[in-house]
């Protein structure tokens, strides 16, 4: 996918005064005690150079052979052709998650993924999203109006925010439910507690234990859980009992049967619930926090999404999402550089083949949509921030192979029209009263432990603006070049 020349012309300037933040590169491959550390902190830093550019890396880590597919044709061959040997998602991810998701959709496989895919999909497919919209404005526009209440250039945590707004669209949605700031910081203090204590390495792995034997939990990460769960528990007994919505869309979890006429298990149930609620606020949360960061740093992309949100002349509706072409076009390159979940993981069941290269039983094959967005010979400028790249008018799409911030094949996640629809509608409306401002001082870093974060937290200055002001601000901090 290329733009042309008067476009790549027009932006010049500006993108020689800012490039995104990325993870370090390193020169040379490390040593298994230094991957290990390395890993431990965050994912995406242990690539090389070199690997950028390779179709297919393979190496050895203990027992375990480890390969990591870099291009769209080997990414169609692991997650599509060879999606039967390739389904089961890494020990390290499956340990990682169990205590918090349990059976859930996300780590099971085989024949338990798709019964609960078959219950869950309908919960947020694509159908659905057109009945969600008003709820999605109906909280934008209350965070609007509290971020109104505060003083001039008042400093927020914009990821944070996010992660609390997200997270009480997602309750309302999905549970029906009115959780409030207290309930929904408790969840997302959670979820990143968890994140920020979790074992990344499942070091037994590396020798090919069994999956029987018992992982290690910290304290902090087991406190962690007992906030999600609290929360959720509490959701879920209202319903159960009948104090509940009977209309909500996690209620329908009481009504599924499987072929043979059976229902769920109040603990699938629960688990369900806890992977919705995971997957339906972490992942735009922080998309829209690394949004805020990019759009705050490019005047020139400032403006014309200022132009077009103004242009609309009220707050959006799901009948506008598509029409805001530009808006729309920034969360999809906030994606492409930030993919929530930036690797993706999976471990062969059996012998088999992606490409020319031999994948023996018990391998783990890795996808990873952050090196893969960031591939010259895949993106023309792949380091930059150019939301006209997806702009239809003057661009082509990258093919689906290329661009997979929601994975690819059979597994890719049934949220994805939820999130964007969700992601344009808060832009817009956040947007239109509001610009804010990277803190000054403040520095931004890729971290990756379960998800992609800008860091712990992400401070920002709300500066307040009025319809048809697209004018540039104060300068902004510069942000460090990775």
């Not at 020169?27 to 298994?32: E, M, P, R, V």
């Not at 792995?205 to 910290?218: E, G, K, M, V």
């Amino acid at each position: 996918m290329r733009l042309s020349p008067e476009w790549h012309a027009g932006i010049e300037a500006e993108e020689r005064s800012f490039v995104p933040p990325r993870a370090p590169l390193r020169a040379s491959s490390a040593g298994l005690w230094e991957l290990v550390q390395i890993y431990r902190k965050s994912l995406i830093s242990v690539f090389t150079k070199a690997d950028y550019k390779r179709k297919m890396t393979s190496v050895r880590l203990g027992l375990l052979d480890v390969h990591t597919v870099n291009s769209p044709d080997l990414v169609r061959e692991a997650l599509q052709v060879q999606h039967e040997a390739l389904q089961a998602k890494t020990p390290q991810m499956r340990h990682a998650l169990k205590p918090l998701l349990g059976d859930g959709l996300f780590v099971s496989d085989r024949s338990l993924w798709a019964a609960r895919r078959a219950a869950v999909g309908p919960i947020i497919h694509t159908r659905r999203v057109r009945d969600f919209a008003p709820i999605m404005l109906e909280v934008a526009s209350e965070w609007r109006d509290a971020w109104e209440r505060l003083p001039e250039g008042a400093e927020v945590d914009m990821l944070a925010e996010m992660a609390e707004l997200t997270a009480e669209v997602i309750s309302r949605t999905v549970f029906g439910r009115k959780l409030g700031r207290e309930f929904t910081a408790e969840v997302v203090r959670g979820f990143s507690e968890y994140q920020e204590h979790v074992d990344q390495l499942d070091a037994l792995s590396l020798i090919r234990a069994p999956d029987w034997l018992p992982r290690f939990q910290n304290s902090a990460a087991r406190r962690a859980l007992k906030r999600v769960h609290r929360v959720i528990d509490d959701v879920i007994d209202q319903i159960a009992s009948g104090k509940g919505d009977s209309e909500t869309v996690i209620a329908h979890l009481f009504d599924v049967k499987d072929k043979d006429g059976r229902g769920l298990t109040r603990e699938a149930i629960r688990n369900e619930a806890i992977v919705i609620f995971m997957a339906g606020h972490e992942t735009t949360a922080n998309t829209l926090a690394w949004a805020w960061f990019l759009v705050s740093k490019s005047n020139r992309v400032r403006a014309k999404m200022q132009a077009e949100i103004d242009a609309l002349g009220h707050p959006p509706k799901f009948e506008d999402v598509q029409g805001l072409i530009h808006t729309r076009s920034i969360v999809e390159e906030t994606l492409r550089l930030y993919p929530p979940v930036p690797i993706l993981g999976r471990q062969a069941l059996e012998d088999t083949k992606v490409g020319k290269w031999d994948i023996r039983k018990g391998s783990i094959v890795m996808v990873c949509p952050y090196m893969l967005h960031r591939k010259g010979s895949v993106f023309s400028r792949p380091n930059k921030f150019i939301p006209e790249r997806f702009d239809e008018r003057i661009a082509s799409r990258p093919d689906k192979y290329a661009y997979i911030p929601f994975a690819i094949g059979p597994r890719t996640c049934p949220g994805l029209a939820f999130g964007m629809t969700e992601s344009v509608i808060a832009l817009a409306t956040l947007g239109r009263g509001f610009d804010p401002v990277l803190k000054k001082g403040h520095v931004v870093e890729p971290l990756c432990r379960l998800t992609l974060r800008p860091g712990a937290n992400l401070p920002m200055i709300l500066r307040r603006r009025t319809a048809g002001d697209t004018s540039a601000p104060a300068p902004r901090e510069a942000a460090v070049e990775g």
